[in-house]
């Protein structure tokens, strides 16, 4: 464990440099969904701070036993139901995975009820048109005014919400076994938030989310400040668990 966070520290440090960046510019976010608490405890060892979690029950059971583990910060990275949102609220410290009004609506609203308001949100937008990725339908926004309408309409209604504060885009690019090919997906996200700021003036959208154990390289040229890396820091999940 230690040694596959050193080599993706190592990968961080490569990609940050060809790109002409800081490796302190991108956050590394150990996905541990699958994986028992001990493993989280190994990881925060070796010096993760930042776990992500895709689903709601299963953090429920796994983040009260990482509870003494100082300065841990955990993240929503896999898609929420509404009903489910006042739960969300209260284990995590950032929801990644907002791609409605509705949802962030609740979010703000049991935010302030639970006295944790602003929650800190991030919009997952679709950019690559894939059938299955959740996230704002965006592909296309660069060429077609009409999508582009439509995201920044909802984005703008979002950023309106009370109780959420947006720190920024994430996406999930197609699997690939051949990195460069989604390329264009985190490019495209990156233009996208440089378009969205400019609406949002009272959010800083700061944070890119992209990346994953067989992309980061790519993401981080791109621009990528954030990277959610599962299988290369915990080994491969159960074969039933994207
Ligand atoms: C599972 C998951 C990851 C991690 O993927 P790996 O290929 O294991 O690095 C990252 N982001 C999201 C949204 C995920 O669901």
Known sequence: MKQAIARIEQRIQQATQAAGRQSSDVTLVGVSKTHPAELVHAAYAAGVRIFGENRVQEAEEKIPRCAELAGIEWHL????????????VMLFDVIQSVDSLALAQALGRHAIELGRAPVRILLQCNVS???TKEGIAAHGWE??????????????AIGEVAGVRIEGLMTVAPYSDEPESVRGVFRSLRLLRDALQ????????????????????????????????????????????P
Not at 143 to 156: L, S
Not at 200 to 224: R, Y
């Open 198 to 241: 400019p609406e949002l003036p009272n959010h800083q959208l700061a944070t890119l989310s992209m990346g994953m154990s067989g992309d980061i390289d790519v993401a981080i040229g791109e621009g990528s400040t954030m990277v959610r890396v599962g299988r290369a820091i915990f080994g491969e999940r159960p074969a039933a668990m």
């Open 143 to 156: 060429t077609d005014p009409q999508i582009r309408a439509e995201v920044v309409a909802v984005v703008r």
């Open 129 to 131: 048109g894939e059938d």
């Open 77 to 88: 990275i896999g898609h929420l139901q509404r009903n489910k949102a006042k739960k969300a």
